[in-house]
């Protein structure tokens, strides 16, 4: 089983930027691709992105395309999220997961969770 901490959720007007990170508890961490979702108020989860094992094939959707970008530093065992022109529809709880097939697409099975951490959007 993998333990994953995500960080770097906070507050920031329209426009601004944030970086969130999540950590890993395991090694190898390239045994896993990893997701991010984000869960707004009163509404279901919704897929961000996903990375495979090695990092060399990523998946984003459409309403984050350009702006979001996620990427991993296996050494470091984190994935990250780099999330620019944050708009106020982007207020959620934004979540890490971990895909132990390895596959990392919007459809997979991911089967460890992060406990979030919220973004705050004001406008």
């Known amino acids: 089983q993998v333990q994953l901490v995500e960080s770097g959720g906070g507050s920031v007007q329209a426009g601004g930027s944030l970086r969130l990170s999540c950590a890993a508890s395991?090694?190898?961490?390239?045994?896993?691709?990893m997701g991010w979702f984000r869960q707004a108020s009163g509404k279901d989860r919704e897929f961000l992105a996903a990375i495979s094992r090695s990092g060399g094939r990523v998946y984003s959707a459409d309403s984050v395309k350009g702006r979001f970008t996620i990427s991993r530093d296996n050494a470091k065992v984190t994935v990250y999220l780099q999330m620019n022109n944050l708009k106020p529809e982007d207020t959620a709880v934004y979540y890490c997961a971990a895909d132990s097939s390895g596959l990392g697409t919007p459809n997979s099975k991911f089967d460890y969770w992060g406990q979030g951490t919220q973004v705050t959007v004001s406008s």
């Open positions: 395991r090694r190898p961490f390239s045994n896993y691709a």
